[in-house]
């Protein structure tokens, strides 16, 4: 059984991990405005943002299985999407230096079968990150790498970050932004095995 895969995200990283799961997706990006959603749990509103994001780009296909994805940081009871600008970087690393947060990825698998969204499996994988504590040398050298400024929490497990991070507790590729542990039990939920998919 093959069935077409999309991702409903601009993500890099999640492309990257779903290829390398033996995964083929075609992205949509939905351009959804993440604004609009306001929840005070952290975990609830990357579970709201990910449907959301899978749901605007559900409505213009016929047939498909479509995932759709967002990670926020919570540290210290406040969440974290991506900083606004270097200042902001440096301002984080300051305060999460040495210590913990953590990372909340929720993802949202959509079947799409006769343009209409017949199934919908909804999860969030949280995941706590324990930070290092880099110099100011280092951190100076992060932000100029511009890494930092084009993801969640303002640090990447997969990439230059990962230096930066002492250790996690639970899923890594929930950190890098999908879970693919997950994602294979919401495919089998729905029937389908990711093996299905290679």
Do not use: C
């Not at 017949?118 to 890494?147: C, L, M, N, Q």
């Not at 996690?168 to 990711?194: C, F, K, M, W, Y």
């Amino acid at each position: 059984m093959s069935r077409r895969l999309v991702l409903a995200s601009a993500s890099p990283a999640r492309l990257q991990l779903l290829r390398q799961a033996g995964l083929s997706p075609d992205v949509v990006v939905s351009g959804y405005d993440e604004s609009a959603v306001r929840s005070p749990r952290v975990g609830e509103l990357v579970a709201l943002l990910a449907t959301a994001k899978a749901q605007t780009v559900a409505t213009d296909l016929d047939d498909a299985l479509v995932i759709g994805a967002d990670s926020l940081l919570e540290f210290r009871g406040e969440p974290l999407g991506k900083p606004v600008d270097a200042a902001d970087v440096r301002a984080r690393w300051r305060r999460m230096a040495g210590r913990s947060g953590t990372l909340h990825t929720g993802q949202a698998l959509l079947d799409v079968q006769r343009g209409s969204i017949a199934r919908r499996d909804v999860a969030v994988v949280s995941t706590t990150v324990h930070f290092a504590s880099p110099t100011e040398a280092e951190i100076e050298a992060y932000v100029g790498s511009g890494e930092p400024l084009q993801v969640a929490g303002a640090f990447t497990l997969d990439g230059l970050g990962a230096p930066f991070v002492r250790r996690i507790e639970g899923d890594p590729s929930a950190v890098v932004g999908l879970s693919l542990h997950t994602l294979r039990l919401q495919l089998n939920r729905g029937g389908v095995a990711i093996t299905d998919l290679w």
